[in-house]
């Protein structure tokens, strides 16, 4: 099965910037990735898909500041985040597609505090 590796997370302050990946140990091509995130006492959440063909989607919490992108190439799937909140301190994971299909990675933890 296909392994997810994600890294990227960090401290930051609000309204900064940070860029997650998620690299896959098989390919990506065609497949829906997406990224999810957990915050403490929280579900699990959907924060934004990637379609094979480009197409993005995104939770209204995040539009206008998160942006997906994929590599096909390398089998990696990118959250650049900007404008970071306060709200968006979770643990941060990728998949494929939605409902996930693959074995949750170990996440990549982003703390957004001043």
């Known amino acids: 099965q296909v392994q997810l590796v994600e890294s990227g997370g960090g401290l930051v302050q609000p309204g900064g910037s940070l860029r997650l990946s998620c690299a896959a140990s098989g390919s990506i091509f065609s497949k829906t990735m997406a990224w999810y995130r957990q915050a403490p006492g929280k579900q699990r959440e959907l924060v934004a898909s990637?379609?094979?063909?480009?197409?993005?989607s995104y939770v209204d919490s995040v539009k206008g500041r998160f942006v997906i992108s994929r590599d096909n190439a390398k089998n990696t799937v990118y959250l650049q985040m900007n404008s970071l909140k306060l709200e968006d301190t979770a643990v941060y994971y990728c998949?494929?597609?939605?409902?996930?299909?693959?074995?949750w990675g170990q996440g990549t933890q982003v703390t957004v505090s001043s």
């Open positions: 998949n494929r597609g939605y409902p996930p299909q693959l074995s």
């Open positions: 990637i379609l094979g063909g480009g197409s993005t």
